[in-house]
């Protein structure tokens, strides 16, 4: 019987659009109000900082890609280039951003409706949130595959109407010179540290533009197709999140909100009535829930990954439901962490989620340094401008945003790094030897459904 491959189909446009479909475009617009009040009002100028600090990852991302044509993406990156032992430690960092990425979606969500009926507890609605997604994931997600790219087009079309009633209104206050201002991008009370703390936190929007590593293997002309890509999709998120941070920073100057997390929603209501008001809620709803469906179901494959390969325990991480064919125990183990929320805000929540990134994003620029002086291809290809000094640069910015993050979340992040490193010390029994490999390959049966259906 012939082996069965997947088709290399998939051109840059295609390729583009997955990847600003799993940015979720819209979060711009539902982290405004924390990354406002953390900048005092200087909103495009962080994410003006935080695409530059993009796109020199994105550059390294493309390298990495052209060299493995594998999944894996950070983790394999490392693990190949640098050191087993620190890949594993990167792809426990990973393991940060997937298994609570979901809790910082649900927590907006739950924000934003808490805004809308102030009178039920946002807790209601966080745990309605944690319920629908983990049945949903349970029984299977084939449902918002249907409807991922409807929710693409629904969001952009949210986005375009923002943009043009925040103009609408801009002029009708100020006329068409306050369309031209400086003070979205520094004004009295914003300073550098404050920008750079914003900026540490705007990176959250941009987790995922990386995610179009993982289809090489259904990509015409990859080694191609896939750096370009990835640097298209960090440019285009990038000029996005900078416009509409913008726009709606000049129709709400400063950082003061009644409600920093639901910030948007007030404005939304100012620029274009109730009626959009109630058009921009169900977007933002609507994005967050098939989000949290898609992150939960990526959690869960990942650490299923990880349980069947014995770096987490098998008996719990490393098997499939046999009635629903799925990983049951990571999938609830997911949504119960979900419950943190309760005590977090979206600004901790996120820089939480964010240290697990730049730990990420700073090693694989050094993955390409240490390729540069390991394989003569590279080095070839690259030079040392492009080989040495554009990923030194993009590692360092990383690094440096890193400690802008809020500093619980550092100290978390640090404890989840302390506990990665005694798992492999044990899986290594002290480092004597290579810890196991994740396989993110399909020689497994793999649960059904996998986040990539709704993709």
């Given amino acids: 019987m012939p082996d069965i491959q997947l088709q290399r189909t998939l051109t840059l446009k295609a390729v583009v659009l997955f990847g600003l479909a799993y940015m979720t475009p819209l979060i711009v617009l539902g982290t405004f109000g924390v990354v406002a009040s953390t900048t005092q009002g200087a909103v495009p100028t962080a994410y003006i900082i935080t695409t530059i600090a993009m796109l020199f990852t994105a550059y390294s991302y493309g390298v990495m890609a052209r060299t493995y044509q594998v999944s894996g993406s950070a983790y394999t990156y490392v693990r190949k280039s640098i050191d087993a032992r620190i890949g594993f430690m990167v792809g426990w960092g990973i393991l940060l951003d997937y298994f609570f990425l979901p809790m910082v979606i649900w927590l907006i969500g739950a924000a934003y409706l808490g805004a809308s009926f102030p009178t039920v507890p946002s807790w209601v609605f966080l745990l309605g949130f944690i319920l629908i997604t983990t049945v949903l994931n349970v029984y299977g997600i084939k449902l918002a595959a249907r409807i991922n790219s409807l929710l693409m087009v629904f969001q952009v079309l949210v986005i375009v ?15 068409t010179t306050a369309l031209f201002s400086m003070a979205p991008f520094f004004n009295a009370d914003s300073s550098f540290s404050t920008i750079a703390a914003g900026a540490a936190v705007a990176a959250y929007s941009f987790l995922g533009f990386d995610a179009v590593t993982t289809l090489t293997e259904e990509t015409i002309e990859p080694k191609r197709t896939i750096p370009r890509a990835v640097m298209l999709t960090a440019i285009l998120g990038g000029a996005i ?13 400063g950082g ?14 100012a620029i274009g009535s109730d009626l959009f008001g109630a058009l921009f809620l169900a977007g933002m709803v609507l994005a967050q829930f098939t989000s949290g469906i898609a992150a939960q179901a990526s959690a869960s494959r990942l650490l299923y990954a990880m349980g069947r390969d014995a770096v987490l325990p098998r008996k719990l991480f490393g098997t499939l439901s046999q009635r629903f064919q799925t990983p049951v125990f990571s999938i609830v183990l997911t949504g119960a962490i979900g419950i943190i929320a309760l005590f977090l805000d979206v600004l901790s929540a996120a820089s939480f989620i964010n240290f697990g990134a730049f730990i990420a994003f700073v090693m694989v620029n050094l993955s390409v340094i240490f390729m540069y002086y390991k394989d003569s291809t590279t080095r070839t290809e690259c030079g040392f401008a492009k080989g040495v000094l554009v990923p030194l640069t993009g590692a360092l910015v990383n690094l440096w945003l890193l400690t802008r993050l ?3 979340a550092v100290i978390l992040g640090l404890i989840w790094l302390a506990i990665g490193a005694v798992q492999l010390a044990f899986l290594t029994k002290m480092f004597s030897r290579q810890p196991p490999e994740v396989d993110f390959g399909d020689e497994h049966p793999a649960p059904a459904p996998l986040a990539a259906e709704t993709a």
């Fill in 256 to 269: 003061s909100f009644s409600d920093a997390d639901s910030a948007a929603f007030e404005i939304a209501k």
């Fill in 241 to 253: 999140y900078v416009l509409v941070g913008y726009t709606t920073q000049l129709v709400h100057p």
């Fill in 161 to 175: 109407f923002f943009v043009l009633l925040s103009l609408r209104h801009i002029v009708g206050t100020g006329g």
């Fill in 406 to 408: 809020d500093e619980h």
